[in-house]
């Protein structure tokens, strides 16, 4: 039998030394319980000799410390991974309030999608009439528009997204004097967004920027929030006004911190963050 190499000796016997005195069970994310060297759980008779018996070895009260280590691996994990989680909302949401600076911003979390007839893109969040939000307010995210709040309860509300077919948005070509309407397609339809501008003259080209043309008392939409970018300049079909494609600003598929535009004045509930 051949003789394993020098430099892997001081692998085997580590090793051999875990598969002797070590327990560790993986969790996903890197995370391990681990038993120091020479600090043996209750019950596990005999220590390293115990583990070195194989499967008697798991028998009684040892089989339970063993269940009773992946029960506390899963509950570390679940910490884990609600960390993880909260951080991301957290950076979302600083993103959000620096991008998105209007009176009154009340950040909420989406909680759900709905679907209905005739109003197939809409989202529940989790703010209400509690925290001020109203009918008819604009929803937004740290890159732009989302959509408005068409039904509010005491701690939700439900947002139709600009991509809904009944959407009809006011919408001004960045940087231009340029004025139109912003229609949803649908979000089964690809997502996009149909700008007409109420000029058949008006210098319609791939890459221009679309905004929100801005509501008296911000209801229910404030002045420049991005709305998306022209990606298609459709054939004219008659003299009076021009259409094109657009890509939303935000990610319809991906919404998870979202902010309601009160215009109270007030700043943003800290409960949301």
Same mark, same amino acid.
């Given at each position: 039998?051949?003789?394993?190499? @020098? %430099?892997? =000796?001081?692998?085997?016997?580590?090793? +051999? &030394?875990?598969?002797? !005195? *070590?327990?560790?069970?993986? #969790?996903?994310?890197?995370?391990?319980?681990?038993?120091?060297?020479?600090?043996?759980?209750?019950?596990?008779?005999?220590?390293?000799?115990?583990?070195?018996?194989?499967?008697?070895?798991?028998?009684?009260?040892?089989?339970?410390?063993?269940?009773?280590?992946?029960?506390?691996?899963?509950?570390?994990?679940?910490?884990?991974?609600?960390?993880?989680?909260?951080?991301? @909302? %957290?950076? =979302?949401?600083?993103?959000?309030?620096? +991008? &998105?600076?209007?009176? !009154? *911003?009340?950040?909420?979390? #989406?909680?759900?999608?709905?679907?209905?007839?005739?109003?197939?893109?809409?989202?529940?969040?989790?703010?209400?009439?509690?925290?001020?939000?109203?009918?008819?307010?604009?929803?937004?995210?740290?890159?732009?528009?989302?959509?408005?709040?068409?039904?509010?309860?005491?701690?939700?509300?439900?947002?139709?997204?600009?991509?809904?077919?009944?959407?009809?948005?006011?919408? @001004?070509?960045?940087?231009?004097?340029?004025?139109?309407?912003?229609?949803?397609?649908?979000?089964?339809?690809?997502?996009?967004?149909?700008?007409?501008?109420?000029?058949?003259?008006?210098?319609?080209?791939?890459?221009?920027?679309?905004?929100?043309?801005?509501?008296?008392?911000?209801?229910?939409?404030?002045?420049?929030?991005?709305?998306?970018?022209?990606?298609?300049?459709?054939?004219?079909?008659?003299?009076?006004?021009?259409?094109?494609?657009?890509?939303?600003?935000?990610?319809?598929?991906?919404?998870?911190?979202?902010?309601?535009?009160?215009?109270?004045?007030?700043?943003?509930?800290?409960?949301?963050?």
């Amino acid at each position: 039998m051949r003789r394993a190499p @020098r %430099a892997r =000796r001081p692998v085997l016997a580590l090793l +051999a &030394a875990a598969s002797a !005195g *070590l327990i560790v069970i993986g #969790v996903p994310g890197g995370l391990a319980l681990r038993h120091a060297a020479g600090a043996e759980p209750a019950g596990w008779a005999g220590g390293t000799s115990a583990a070195l018996g194989g499967t008697a070895a798991l028998g009684g009260s040892d089989a339970g410390d063993v269940r009773a280590y992946e029960l506390e691996n899963a509950r570390l994990a679940a910490r884990l991974w609600a960390a993880r989680a909260e951080h991301d @909302r %957290a950076a =979302r949401l600083a993103e959000l309030r620096e +991008a &998105a600076p209007y009176p !009154g *911003l009340v950040p909420a979390h #989406v909680i759900a999608v709905g679907e209905g007839p005739g109003r197939a893109d809409t989202v529940t969040i989790d703010a209400g009439t509690r925290r001020g939000v109203r009918p008819n307010m604009a929803v937004v995210s740290g890159d732009g528009l989302v959509g408005r709040v068409i039904a509010a309860g005491a701690d939700s509300a439900t947002v139709l997204l600009a991509t809904d077919v009944t959407s009809g948005i006011g919408a @001004r070509l960045a940087g231009s004097r340029h004025v139109g309407i912003v229609t949803g397609e649908g979000m089964r339809s690809g997502g996009l967004l149909r700008l007409r501008v109420l000029d058949a003259r008006a210098p319609l080209r791939v890459g221009q920027r679309v905004e929100t043309l801005g509501s008296r008392g911000m209801r229910p939409y404030p002045a420049g929030v991005p709305i998306g970018e022209v990606i298609e300049v459709e054939p004219a079909t008659d003299q009076l006004t021009r259409s094109a494609l657009v890509r939303p600003a935000v990610r319809f598929s991906a919404l998870d911190v979202v902010g309601v535009v009160t215009g109270s004045g007030r700043s943003g509930d800290a409960r949301a963050g």
